[in-house]
Each structure stands twice: as structure tokens, then as C-alpha cells.
């Protein structure tokens, strides 16, 4: 290849780096992002396929709780739902101002399913059962612990979680499992893959790796 060719192959390599680097992960969204963002929430096909690399799911383990899913939303993908779950009005000049009123931070949610050797209370039998039953609390996601791995082990700074309930048609319900939301300080977080790690209570851990270098 002539000198000029090997410019010309290095210029589009550059440019395609610098795109790249555009679509990485960022802390702070410009004004263009959240203009993007408003435009995938609103879009039903391209928010499909676009939310695909922000969630994993597992299958059930022999033995245990369920970590069914993991999702990790960035700003920019909590910047997409909200203009998804938005009523009509909600205008990217809109996003824009609520953005700069209030950034979100970067946060892992999980989603917990109880099984039957992960009960929500101890076996019993009918007609005759003897002996307590013991209900699990409704805060058993507190016993998990979340950290966010790159280079260094994150810890989250705050976490959030709600029961979930399954409940028939005589107003019964019973706890089924939880979802918990992690949050993260952005500012600690980089434009490189990075792993989300569960330790459960029953001594399980998980892993699932997220590419930050490539989401937004």
C-alpha cells in the first residue's frame, strides 16, 4: 500500500476510534445524548434492541434463590425509560432541564425469586403440621451483598429494595421474591467492561459482565 493509502486507512481508523469513544459510557450527557435518549424511549423497535446489552438473565439453579436478573442503567439509559414511561408533553427540552435539575447515577438492579429450598417459610404439612413456621422477611434482599468490579471493587452507596407478591383472586399474597435496586457514584465508575458480582446468603456468587466501553 502507497504512503497515501496508509494515511487515508489511518484517517478512517481514527475516525472510527473517535465514534467509539462517543458512544462509551459518560458521566455527564450533552444535550445531543439526551436528545437521543428521548428519541429511543419514544421509538418502540430501536429501544428494543437497544436495551439488550444493559440486562442479563440466568436460569434456576439446582439449589438456592434465583438471581433471575441483572440490569445495569446508566444516566443515559435511565434518561431513555424516562422518556419511555413519559406521558405525552414530555419534549426533549423537557428531559433536558429535568437532567440538569437532578443527574441520575449509574444503578445495578436485581431481581430475586424465591424457590423451594429458598422458601418464603419453612415446609409444612397438612392436616398435621407440629412445630413453627417461620416466615421469611419481607427485607431478606438486605442479606445480599452487590459490588460493581474494574479495576477496583466498588461498593454501592446506597441500595433500595421492594418485596415482590404473587396474590390470588381472595386477596392471599405471598412473597415471591424482591428487586433491589444498587446505586453507584458515577464519578467512580469507567469507560471499561465491568462485572457486577452477587454474594446471596446461601453462598452462592454470580457474575455478569457488563461493557461499558461500548454502552452508554
Known sequence: MNRSGTVA????LLLLSGALVVRA????????LLREGWYLGKNDKRYE?????????????????????IEVRTPFKEMVDRARRAADGYSPVTAEAEYKKQPPPLVVEVTLKLTPSFPAHT?????IHIGPIY??????????????????DIEPRAATGRPLYSCD??????????????????????????????FSPD?????????LDRLK
Open 25 to 32: 459510557y459518560e458521566r455527564e450527557l450533552r444535550p445531543d
Open 203 to 211: 453462598g452462592q456468587t454470580l457474575e455478569a459482565e457488563f461493557d
Open 123 to 127: 415446609p409444612y404439612t397438612l392436616p
Open 135 to 152: 416466615v421469611r422477611d419481607a427485607n431478606f434482599w438486605q442479606d445480599f451483598d452487590v459490588h460493581l468490579v474494574q479495576r477496583g
Open 169 to 198: 383472586a381472595w386477596g392471599g399474597c405471598w412473597l415471591i421474591g424482591a428487586q433491589v435496586a444498587y446505586e453507584f457514584d458515577v464519578d467512580q465508575v469507567a469507560s471499561r467492561p465491568a462485572t457486577v458480582v452477587v
Open 9 to 12: 486507512v489511518a484517517g478512517v
Open 49 to 69: 434492541e437497544f436495551k439488550r446489552g444493559y440486562v442479563k438473565t440466568f436460569p434456576l439453579p439446582k439449589e438456592g434463590i434465583h438471581i433471575e436478573r
